[in-house]
């Protein structure tokens, strides 16, 4: 089973990507190909790094590679499950794939790209909730590729001045958005907020499904069941002790809010968090 074209839905971890992909699938009628970017999860990718570096000879040598299979279905995760031989459609979700998108975008023309975008403050708190997964956060790998550390100029001091882990994602989702955004032209392609109203979804979902979804479609009840229900992962069950998970669950403070909303506007990413509602939603 191959594919003429597929949907990329990319984003930071934590961002609501599982769930944007399960209200795209809200038909059942789509391939879903969950983090093929994943060292832990694919493993061709065992030994490059959690979040592959533009540039690197790994992008042609094995990642394109990598997703021409996905295409051709002579790979497939079985993270979610088996293959659907009756798919209408490819969905390829990946958590890492900002970094590489443009190089990718360009070497695979028939990717379809979508984004979806949380506040970085709550990324980088969701993240601390979930500390026994495996999270990028090595800034000093960042700063070793000439080409991200050209493009940030001075702002390079923010990811050499700290070493608090809720800074580090916060830094993590900000690069990655910055240096995604210095290659991609933003009107390329649907940018979502998570969450996002369900008018807003249903005009972007009509568009990235092409035939394959009606405007009667996303009215459905089946539509509103998918838009209204959240990934499990979204609230995780912490075990244990109540009183001590009290005391251990990451808060969000004044403080972190803060540094967070003095990143977004230091990389210029005001615009992608606090973006005016696309235009076809109050239609």
């Known amino acids: 089973m191959s594919f003429d074209s597929a949907i990329w839905m990319l984003s930071d971890g934590r961002s609501g990507s599982t769930w ?24 061709q990718l065992a030994s490059e790094p959690l ?24 790979f497939h995760g079985d993270r979610f499950g088996p293959t659907r031989r009756a798919a209408r459609g490819l969905l390829i979700r990946d958590i890492h794939g900002l970094l590489i998108g443009p190089e ?19 990324v980088a708190l969701s993240k601390l909730a979930l500390a026994h997964w495996e999270w990028f956060d090595d800034l000093p790998l960042l700063l070793r590729q000439p080409r991200i550390a050209d493009q940030l100029g001075p702002l390079r001091r923010h990811l050499e001045t700290t070493s608090d882990p809720f800074e580090r994602h916060v830094l993590v989702w900000a690069v990655s958005h910055h240096w995604f955004f210095s290659q991609v032209d933003a ?10 109203n369900r008018a807003e979804l249903g005009a972007v979902a009509l568009a990235m499904l092409g035939p394959l979804a009606t405007p009667q ?3 459905s009840e089946a539509f509103y069941r998918a838009w209204a229900q959240r990934s499990l992962t ?40 606090e973006a005016e509602p696309l235009a076809l939603a109050a239609e």
């Open 217 to 219: 479609d996303v009215a």
């Open 51 to 74: 979040l592959p570096m533009p540039g690197s000879p790994a992008v042609q040598q094995t990642y394109v590679p990598l997703f021409e299979a996905i295409r051709s279905g002579r």
């Open 234 to 273: 979204d609230r995780p069950q912490l075990g244990g002790n109540p009183f001590r998970r009290l005391l251990t669950t990451p808060r969000l403070s004044r403080t972190r809010r803060l540094y967070a909303e003095r990143m977004i506007d230091a990389f210029g990413l005001r615009w992608l968090v």
């Open 104 to 122: 990718m975008l360009r070497a695979c023309p028939w990717l379809r790209p979508v984004m979806i975008v949380r506040h970085p403050a709550d």
């Open 187 to 196: 009107d390329s392609l649907p940018v979502i907020r998570y969450p996002s």
């Open 20 to 43: 944007f992909a399960q209200l795209l699938d809200f038909q059942g009628q789509l391939q879903l190909e969950h983090e093929p970017i994943h060292r832990t999860f694919t493993p």
